[in-house]
């Protein structure tokens, strides 16, 4: 079975540094992973995904995520916070069968 | 530009009334999934569909009901509803059921159950 953990429900950071959201899974085949944002009542949009090409993956709007397979672990990073990325933020693992499985989310907040 | 669409918006319903809610997408995607979301607990799958007349159980299924007749739809329905099921609740299609496929996400529909 799959899962994935969101180590942190809440991250804070000040515009201009550096934003990191954790992220591990665990899934019994080659895993696909996907990052999606959430802007407060909306609808979500994906940000970048991993399906077993190059393991450092750029995304939209600046982001990108490394997966690493020894660590099972998929963080997003940017390197710079601007305010608009204050939002929440979904990892999702699927295997090559179909579902894909949330993790909880991390909200981002960005200080100004 | 192709799109989903969820309706209604946001509905207030009583404890033990049918409830549908409808997703229509024009991606033409095979795949169709709905989920709710709940504080804490990330989106969880409730049902899902690989094409007409197909439909599939999800993590969360029970109180729930699906059916798709056509590519385009995918109506959720509450056959009885509980105060457990306020909720938003999100539709998505994705092209293929590899499991590699961007799932793309309606606006959601927020429901309140009293």
């Known amino acids: 079975a799959q899962s994935v953990t969101q180590l942190d429900s809440h991250v804070s950071v000040s515009e201009g540094t550096p934003v990191l959201l954790r992220c591990n899974y665990s899934s019994s085949y080659s895993p696909s992973l996907f990052w999606y944002v959430q802007h407060p009542n909306k609808g979500l949009q994906l940000l ?47 295997d090559h069968g179909q579902n894909f499985v949330f993790g909880p989310g991390t909200r981002l907040s960005v200080l100004p | 530009d192709a799109e989903i669409t969820q309706s209604p918006r946001h509905k207030i319903t009583e404890t033990g009334r049918q409830v549908t809610l409808a997703c229509h997408q ?13 504080l804490g607990h990330g989106l969880r799958l ?9 439909t599939n159980k999800g993590e969360v299924s029970d109180g729930y009901s699906v059916s798709r007749s056509n590519t385009e739809d995918l109506p959720l329905t509450l056959e009885s509803a509980a105060s457990s099921q306020t909720s938003v609740y999100f539709c998505a299609t994705a092209r293929t059921s590899g499991g590699t496929d961007t799932q793309y996400f309606g606006p959601g529909t927020r429901l309140t159950v009293l």
């Open chain 2, 26 to 38: 024009t991606w033409n995607h095979n795949n169709m999934f709905w989920y709710r979301q709940d």
């Open chain 1, 48 to 94: 970048l995904k991993y399906t077993s090409a190059a393991t450092l993956v750029k995304g939209i709007n600046g982001f990108e995520a490394e997966f690493k397979k020894s660590e099972t672990s998929f963080h997003l990073t940017k390197p710079s916070a601007h305010m608009s990325d204050a939002a929440e933020y979904f990892c999702v693992v699927s």
């Open chain 2, 46 to 54: 409730i049902h899902y569909s690989y094409g007409v007349q197909d």
